[in-house]
T-cell receptor
Framework: ETGVTQTPRHLVMGMTNKKSLKCEQHLGHNAMYWYKQSAKKPLELMFVYNFKEQTENNSVPSRFSPECPNSSHLFLHLHTLQPEDSALYLC?????????????FGPGTRLTVL | GNSVTQMEGPVTLSEEAFLTINCTYTATGYPSLFWYVQYPGEGLQLLLKATKADDKGSNKGFEATYRKETTSFHLEKGSVQVSDSAVYFCALSDGGGSQGNLIFGKGTKLSVKP
């Protein structure tokens, strides 16, 4: 399944670095999402974009900055992260943003903050 | 607030055993309910879903019925295979207004032994 791709798959960064995660969906969807998956915690929704407009920011610290230039691409810009930000970051997309829409996930970026 | 509770894992079964993974939810309104599966090293894949009470979702031999009276969406399979080894996530989409944000349970790891 290559409907939603994420790059890089693995990333190691220091606390002073700036890096970006990229997500691309090839499904013609209009909504895109960022999730954080940490060990021993439920998947946490971070951001939602619907038709390129941010519709949800789930109290995410400002060191995470999303960008959605078009309906097919979603970025997560990272700066001055903390070791506790180490996690699997998952991107997803759906046709719209309604409660019945299925979200399709990418394989994730495994982030390690040293 | 809305939440999902699923049984703690890990669950270890022998091939061809019967599987049940319990999931209960708390939600206002009329959520949609989902089961997602995550194979090692991959992102989440939709396994099945149900969008209204008494609906039964099914896929690949797995089934779950949306029970509003018991606020449950238990996952079942009559005969598991080694290839079913994965982490299973129950989720709801509360869809306040038109927004369908997913709320996940903590996941249940299933290991199937030959």
């Amino acid at each position: 399944e290559t409907g939603v791709t994420q790059t890089p798959r693995h990333l190691v960064m220091g606390m002073t670095n700036k890096k970006s995660l990229k997500c691309e969906q090839h499904l013609g969807h209009n909504a895109m999402y960022w999730y954080k998956q940490s060990a021993k915690k439920p998947l946490e929704l971070m951001f939602v974009y619907n038709f390129k407009e941010q519709t949800e920011n789930n109290s995410v610290p400002s060191r995470f900055s999303p960008e959605c230039p078009n309906s097919s691409h979603l970025f997560l810009h990272l700066h001055t992260l903390q070791p506790e930000d180490s996690a699997l970051y998952l991107c997803a997309s759906s046709q719209g943003g309604s409660r019945t829409d299925t979200q399709y996930f990418g394989p994730g970026t495994r982030l390690t903050v040293l | 607030g809305n939440s999902v509770t699923q049984m703690e894992g890990p669950v270890t079964l022998s091939e061809e055993a019967f599987l049940t993974i319990n999931c209960t939810y708390t939600a206002t309104g009329y959520p949609s309910l989902f089961w997602y599966v995550q194979y090692p090293g991959e992102g989440l894949q939709l396994l099945l879903k149900a969008t209204k009470a008494d609906d039964k979702g099914s896929n690949k031999g797995f089934e779950a019925t949306y029970r509003k009276e018991t606020t449950s969406f238990h996952l079942e399979k009559g005969s598991v295979q080694v290839s079913d080894s994965a982490v299973y996530f129950c989720a709801l989409s509360d869809g306040g207004g038109s927004q369908g944000n997913l709320i996940f349970g903590k996941g249940t790891k299933l290991s199937v032994k030959p």
